[in-house]
């Protein structure tokens, strides 16, 4: 079974950088799609990056998109979030997420095609 472990959140000021990382089991992790995904409080879930089987493949919100970059190192079953210019709106519970089905990177976005997700770790971003 894949069980992804998320680390790597914590407390940083607007403008700081952060990398999550996230490791999943399972000897198949290089075909799977990871996304990144984040809750704030009082918001739903919403979508973060994602990257797909060829790591030349990736997705981004808009809102993160040239800020934060995604990436994967299947030889140690890991998935990285390298998080730039940090604003406090990005404050939320990371979620990483995999995805044992998904082979199209037009689909990486959707949250309901990923089969196993994280606990999710805290990224707090003060102002």
């Known amino acids: 079974q894949v069980r992804p472990v998320e680390s790597g959140g914590g407390l940083v000021q607007a403008g700081d950088s952060m990398r999550l990382s996230c490791v999943a089991s399972?000897?198949?992790?290089?075909?799977?799609?990871m996304g990144w995904f984040r809750q704030a409080p009082g918001k739903e879930r919403e979508f973060v990056a994602a990257i797909g089987e060829i790591p030349r493949d990736t997705d981004y919100e808009d809102s993160v998109k040239g800020r934060f970059t995604i990436s994967r190192d299947n030889a140690k079953n890991a998935v990285y979030l390298q998080m730039s210019s940090l604003k406090p709106e990005d404050t939320a519970v990371y979620y990483c997420a995999a995805g044992t089905s998904i082979h199209n990177i037009l689909m990486v976005a959707t949250q309901s095609l990923y089969d196993y997700w994280g606990q999710g770790t805290q990224v707090t971003v003060s102002s």
């Open positions: 399972g000897h198949l992790f290089s075909t799977y799609a």
